[in-house]
């Protein structure tokens, strides 16, 4: 079976701007969960939707934001780019929750 | 406040030798464990997991001790190979209401040949 997808692999962005990643979860994950991984600090929990709805937020700002669509497939977003925002992005899909994750292999952001 | 602490960055181990990962958490709330692996441009994958119900769990060469007492965990490969080599990942969560997983920040674990 295919596994999660995640787009783009790789983006630069300048600091200011805004970014969207998505990712498209197994078929029939209907829980899609964000990390964000930056070195030294392993990976953080950002938010987690099933069903269309944000079920769990992590501890990160308002910038922060993501939704998840019908199809399960679901999108982060990244509003006013800071440096600090440079990190692999995650997605994780699941039947329900966070047992029995699958992950992408993520996006990386970078942020100049 | 990191609740779940993996205070080797990096581990080089021989071939054929066994190799020790270990992670320590702070929130006695925790009761579930699990570890992962992450290769280079792949997501971490699931390795092995445990429940504070028990102190040790083994799947091939792959082994999870709990220390519920000293909120510690450890991951035994034996015996290693250099295909082992990779990040190691210790995650945790209150199995209960865990809608999240927390995670360490990782060990490096080097296998040489």
């Known amino acids: 079976k295919a596994g999660v997808t995640q787009t783009p692999r790789y983006l630069i962005k300048t600091r200011g701007q805004q970014v969207t990643l998505s990712c498209s979860p197994i078929?029939?994950?209907?829980?899609v969960s964000w990390y964000q991984q930056t070195p030294g600090q392993g990976l953080q929990f950002l938010f987690e939707?099933?069903?269309?709805?944000?079920?769990n937020k992590g501890n990160f700002p308002g910038r922060f934001s993501g939704r998840q669509f019908s199809n399960s497939r679901s999108e982060m977003n990244v509003s006013t780019l800071e440096l600090g925002d440079s990190a692999l992005y995650l997605c994780?899909?699941?039947?329900?929750?966070?047992?029995?994750?699958?992950f992408g292999s993520g996006t990386r952001l970078t942020v100049v | 406040d990191q609740q779940v602490k993996q205070n080797s960055p990096s581990l080089s181990v021989q071939e054929g030798r066994i190799s020790i990962l270990n992670c320590d958490y702070t929130?006695?709330?925790?009761?579930?464990f699990l570890w992962y692996k992450k290769y280079p441009a792949e997501g971490p994958t699931f390795l092995i997991s445990?429940?504070?119900?028990?102190d040790k769990n083994e799947d091939g060469r792959f082994t999870v001790f709990l220390n519920k007492s000293a909120k510690h965990l450890s991951l035994h490969i034996v015996p290693s190979q250099p295909g082992d080599s990779a990040v190691y990942f210790c995650?945790?969560?209150?199995?209960?209401?865990?809608?999240?997983?927390?995670f360490g920040s990782g060990t490096q674990l080097t296998v040489l040949p």
């Open positions: 994780a899909s699941s039947p329900d929750g966070p047992y029995g994750y699958t």
């Open positions: 078929s029939g994950h209907r829980s």
């Open positions: 939707y099933f069903s269309e709805t944000q079920r």
């Open positions: 929130n006695s709330m925790f009761d579930y």
């Open positions: 445990i429940s504070s119900i028990k």
């Open positions: 995650a945790a969560s209150e199995r209960g209401s865990a809608r999240q997983l927390t």
